[in-house]
T-cell receptor
């Protein structure tokens, strides 16, 4: 089945820890995106990538890092520098200038 | 901000009525898209309208785009309880390639 897969669905992080969220797609899409959603809010763009080995900061990149070593994969690391990481994280992918397909999200909680 | 801004923030209607949501933005765009999100889930794409288009239809959905006013509207006709969800517009700003920026969304509740 073609699609975009995020894992894990739920993630718990201790204060000061780095954690990595996985996003994999088999849709052959060039562009991939990471968004953060807080309760009752819209989506805020963290990072996006238009092509392998290239990515750009979105509106709230501080405290996050990404890599795009393979077309299929765009992992997001939430670093200890992100002071309020508890949120719902959504990954998406698309061809250039077309509809985006979303994963089911990862809910990150700081404990 | 490049972000789209929707209004109203929340809308409550009876089943069978039409629902209209609006989106305004501030930059030149390649396209504008509308998405739907059921609570706690990923987003589902509804419709994409390019900057040189004025209106598109898909089933019970009708989207208009006015680039001179930098605004778009989404009309859902003959609403159903299953349409209850959050609806977001997203813009692809012309100067940023594939960047896709979302607004804060409209929460639609359809009462049966």
């Amino acid at each position: 089945d073609g699609g975009i897969t995020q894992s894990p669905k739920y993630l718990f992080r201790k204060e000061g820890q780095n954690v990595t969220l996985s996003c994999e797609q088999n849709l052959n899409h060039d562009a991939m995106y990471w968004y953060r959603q807080d309760p009752g809010q819209g989506l805020r763009l963290i990072y996006y990538s238009q092509i392998v080995n290239d990515f750009q900061k979105g509106d709230i990149a501080e405290g996050y890092s990404v890599s795009r070593e393979k077309k299929e994969s765009f992992p997001l690391t939430v670093t200890s520098a992100q002071k309020n990481p508890t949120a719902f994280y959504l990954c998406a992918s698309s061809y250039h200038y077309t509809e985006a397909f979303f994963g089911q999200g990862t809910r990150l909680t700081v404990v | 901000s490049q972000q789209g801004e929707e209004d109203p923030q929340a809308l409550s209607i009876q089943e069978g009525e039409n629902a209209t949501m609006n989106c305004s933005y501030k930059t030149s765009i390649n396209n504008l898209q509308w998405y739907r999100q059921n609570s706690g889930r990923g987003l589902v794409h509804l419709i994409l309208i390019r900057s040189n288009e004025r209106e598109k239809h898909s089933g019970r959905l009708r989207v208009t785009l006015d680039t001179s006013k930098k605004s778009s509207s989404l009309l859902i006709t003959a609403s159903r309880a299953a349409d209850t969800a959050s609806y977001f517009c997203a813009i692809s700003p012309m100067e940023y390639g594939n960047k896709l920026v979302f607004g804060a969304g409209t929460i639609l509740r359809v009462k049966s």
